[in-house]
């Protein structure tokens, strides 16, 4: 799987939009974006995934650049609940071992108040 | 629809004993997969099962640790002789058939292993 670079940390105002950066330059033709975050002390939450075309749903937006080289994650209003670490993941959706999820450091997301 | 189960939440075990993870996966999902997470570090990846197979434990430790799903009853993460080093959250995640390869992973709550 390609590596993926995000910031240590964020801040983000609630009722602001977040938009958390992924830098994924080496990313191959068959890799998708995933992105996860864990709430402090719960499981991972998939929160949406991508190719190449843009993709929105009820949690969260999806901005690929157009040689998907990087992405960001935009949550639009954010509140006090989306305060978690966010994993950028990039893997195959076929042959060996894209099955694993290869989880980063990620980004510290503090919403405040 | 009930998510990802896994019981106990907390579990607690001195030196040398024996430690029994369960995973009962979402309803209609046949694919397992289990991860460990040390404290501070990310998730990483032990083993992938599906139905009385393993497909891939290459994450696994080589010993003392083993893992199963049986056709029938939930997935088991058995860690034998724990040490305090085992102490972590372990967390088994699920996804439908047909998309072991590349599917979304719906995670558990995890268990918390305290290892004295």
């Known amino acids: 799987d390609a590596k993926t670079t995000q910031p240590t940390s964020m801040d983000c105002a609630e009722g602001r939009a977040a938009n958390l950066p992924c830098n994924h330059s080496t990313i191959s033709g068959n890799e998708y974006v995933y992105w996860y975050r864990q709430i402090h002390s719960q499981g991972p939450q998939y929160i949406i995934h991508?190719?190449?075309n843009n993709e929105t749903n009820e949690m969260a937006s999806l901005i690929i650049t157009e040689d998907r080289k990087s992405s960001t994650l935009i949550l639009p209003h954010a509140t006090l609940r989306d305060t978690a670490v966010y994993y950028c993941i990039v893997r195959a959706n076929s042959g060996a071992g894209s099955y694993q999820l290869t989880f980063g450091k990620g980004t510290k997301l503090s919403v405040i108040p | 629809n009930a998510g990802v189960m896994q019981n106990p939440r907390h579990l607690v075990r001195r030196r040398g004993q024996e430690a029994r993870l369960r995973c009962s996966p979402m309803k209609g999902h046949s694919h397992v997969y289990w991860y460990r997470q040390l404290p501070e570090e990310g998730l990483k990846f032990m083993v992938y099962?599906?139905?009385?197979?393993?497909?891939?434990e290459s994450g696994m430790p080589k010993e003392r640790f083993s893992a199963e799903f049986p056709k029938e009853g939930p997935s088991i993460l058995r860690i034998q002789q724990v040490v305090r080093g085992d102490s972590a959250a372990y967390f088994c995640a699920s996804s439908p058939p047909g998309q072991g390869w590349g599917g979304t992973q719906y995670f558990g709550p995890g268990t918390r292993l305290l290892v004295l």
């Open positions: 099962l599906q139905k009385e197979n393993i497909i891939d």
């Open positions: 991508g190719l190449k």
